[in-house]
């Protein structure tokens, strides 16, 4: 299939107009916002679950992964 949007062939095109719509809405602070609190959120979860489980993380990200162990 030719031209396939959003990464899929059969994927749904609203997708990016959903995401282009709430970056519209927040503006510029409200994403800025939206970000420091993903970060201060993934940080919080890292320093909880570090406790009981081996976690690699990447301090520039907020993703991080865990590992049982």
């Given at each position: 299939m030719q031209h396939a949007v959003s990464a899929a062939p059969y994927g749904s095109a609203s997708i990016l107009l959903i995401s282009y719509a709430y970056i519209m809405m927040l503006g510029g602070e409200g994403?800025?916002?939206?970000?420091?609190?993903?970060?201060?959120?993934?940080?919080?979860?890292?320093?909880?679950?570090?406790?009981?489980?081996?976690?690699?993380?990447?301090?520039?990200?907020?993703?991080?992964?865990?590992?049982?162990?």
């Open positions: 994403v800025k916002s939206a970000t420091e609190y993903a970060i201060l959120n993934a940080n919080y979860m890292r320093s909880r679950l570090a406790k009981n489980i081996m976690i690699y993380y990447t301090p520039t990200t907020t993703d991080f992964v865990r590992t049982s162990l």
